[in-house]
């Protein structure tokens, strides 16, 4: 496997904006995310199967998503289909990639925020309940940062999420493709304001297994729910805010470990006011477990 590639990987999505890498993201995460991303020098990407949402890399009007409008009915959940299996189980098929839903075994997926301003339903979905940390960064920092070889470059990317109807929206002949499904969302996300890294995942120089241990050769096993990787933390990071619902020891503390692990970067409490409770739905997206 090739070195990693030091052209970054292309940027699409935001051909509105004069200088798409300039614009401002943000990426919440609970307090042992971020050590390790501080002791490990990697980020943690997960298998885009195992995000919270379950039409994650799923084509709106392909299989998969017409099993799990049909799942919806309590009647058919677990009635016979026609080839004498049941719909859940048909719809465990597709998670094993075999529907047209490869992508989701394939493929990794890191996601960031669109915006410079602080968001409590962000620290209160991704950051702890506003306990954790919060990293700003813009997309050619992300672009440029991680460690994804030359060889995988082309078929990875930064990318805008579209946030469509699943019970409507139709993909045509872009349905099974891989390089644009994974930036298609159920418009019920679309306050996120998404923007995602999605690379194949694959052991290489850069990947570390999500014990924090090395591979132990190129592969690829569709069964582990992300890997961790490498990047430049000095490039990626341009400052890191600590969360609403910290106190001043933990602030303090934050500035202190940045420097010991020799980052020369600012560290800032968050503008927002304390007591950003969980989220109604009490989750934590599984690309932060």
């Known amino acids: ?19 798409p890498g300039g614009v401002d993201v943000m990426r919440y995460m609970p307090l042992v995310r971020f050590l390790c991303l501080l002791e490990l020098n990697a980020m943690w990407f997960s298998r885009l199967g195992a995000l919270q949402d379950k039409y994650e890399c799923s084509n709106p009007k392909g299989p998969r998503a017409f099993l799990l409008r049909i799942m919806k009915d309590p009647d058919l959940k677990d009635a016979k289909t026609p080839l004498g299996i049941s719909y859940s189980d048909l719809l465990d098929l597709t998670d094993k990639g075999s529907s047209g839903d490869e992508g989701r075994k394939l493929q990794l997926v890191n996601c960031w925020f669109i915006g410079k301003r602080e968001s409590g339903k962000m620290w209160r979905e991704y ?7 919060a990293i700003r960064s813009t997309l050619r920092r ?22 469509v109807d699943f019970e409507t929206f139709d993909l045509g002949a872009r349905g099974n493709d891989m390089a644009y499904v994974p930036f298609i969302k159920d418009q019920g996300y679309a306050d ?15 990947t570390l297994l999500p014990d924090g241990s090395q591979p132990a050769g190129p592969g690829f096993n569709p069964d582990v729910i992300g890997l961790y990787i490498r990047c430049r933390l000095r490039e990626l990071i341009q400052s890191v805010i600590a969360g609403p619902n910290t106190d001043w020891h933990f602030y303090m503390l934050m500035k202190r470990l940045v420097a010991r692990f020799g980052l020369t970067i600012n560290v800032e409490h968050s503008e927002l006011t304390p007591s950003i409770g969980p989220s109604a739905e009490g989750h934590m997206n599984s690309y932060e477990i």
């Open 1 to 19: 496997m090739s070195d990693p590639c030091a052209a970054g990987l292309v940027i699409e999505g935001f051909s509105g904006e004069a200088d």
């Open 127 to 133: 950051g702890d309940g506003g306990k954790g940390i």
């Open 142 to 163: 992300i672009a440029t940062s991680f460690q994804i070889p030359c060889d995988l470059a082309p078929l990875s990317k930064v990318g805008r999420v579209q946030y």
């Open 192 to 206: 996120e304001q998404e923007v995602r890294i999605v690379t194949l995942n694959s052991f290489h120089s850069g």
